[in-house]
């Protein structure tokens, strides 16, 4: 069993930072795929960034490459989602998610575990 929460949330203007955290308890943490996903309200959710369970592999979703970082420290059970550049359009609740999927996984199916979220809000 793993539980993830996320934080590190919050408002920030555009062309502003945030750096999320997802905390992870549960030694499999550490041999699983993570990834990031956002839901903005009345859209579906969507897949952002991804993450194997060594770091060897990271994948984005186009419109967030050269400007968000994916990342995970396995000896503190943690996940990261750096924001740079940020859009009134990353809006959003971010979730973190972890499976057992081989490989990077744009797909939440591929996910057994979720976070709760963390509102990101960036003004204009």
């Known amino acids: 069993q793993v539980q993830l929460v996320e934080s590190g949330g919050g408002l920030v203007q555009a062309g502003g930072s945030l750096r999320l955290s997802c905390a992870a308890s549960?030694?499999?943490?550490?041999?699983?795929?993570m990834g990031w996903f956002r839901q903005a309200p009345g859209k579906e959710r969507e897949f952002v960034a991804t993450?194997?369970?060594?770091?060897?592999?990271?994948y984005y979703a186009e419109s967030m490459k050269g400007r968000f970082t994916i990342s995970r420290d396995n000896a503190k059970n943690t996940g990261y989602l750096q924001m740079n550049s940020l859009k009134p359009e990353d809006t959003a609740v971010y979730y973190c998610?972890?499976?057992?999927?081989?490989?990077?996984?744009?797909?939440?199916?591929?996910?057994?575990?979720w976070g709760q979220g963390t509102q990101v809000t960036v003004s204009s």
């Open positions: 998610a972890a499976g057992p999927t081989v490989g990077p996984s744009s797909d939440a199916h591929d996910y057994n575990y």
């Open positions: 549960g030694r499999t943490f550490r041999t699983y795929t």
């Open positions: 993450i194997t369970w060594n770091g060897g592999k990271t």
